[in-house]
């Protein structure tokens, strides 16, 4: 009897510890290859939208800036953006800065928006 328990428990204890190492490593796999996209517009006092103004996209992890020009109808987008980095955004259009907003690694949304407003009056 005690031989099939100390049998059992053996065999237990071995699969337990071949899942573990594998299930980790799924686990920092997922992490790793998560992305979020950031879109949003930027626009005036009056809600206008504002073609050619200059969004940037300053990581946390590597303090690199990226960066978009808004389209006719103001819309930027940002695509393939680290889960697990924070960031800093910010616009400006003729040399008018909006305020810098944060997006956290903590935020799981997948799909991010962030509109801008630029005091253009």
């Known amino acids: 009897m005690r031989k099939i328990a100390l049998r059992s428990i053996l065999v237990v204890s071995l699969v337990v510890s071949l899942m573990v190492p594998g299930m980790a490593l799924a686990a920092g796999f997922a992490a790793q290859n998560s ?62 800065k909006s305020d810098t907003k944060g997006i956290s690694s903590y935020d799981s949304r997948p ?9 253009t009056e």
């Open 35 to 96: 992305t979020k996209t950031l879109q949003g517009k930027v626009l005036s006092s009056s809600d206008k939208p504002l073609s050619g103004a200059i969004v940037y996209l300053e990581s946390g992890k590597t303090n690199s800036i990226r960066s978009f020009i808004s389209t006719a109808d103001g819309s930027y987008h940002f695509g393939q953006l680290a889960a697990d980095t924070d960031y800093q955004i910010w616009a400006r259009y003729k040399n008018i």
């Open 111 to 119: 799909k991010v928006v962030i509109n801008f407003r630029i005091k």
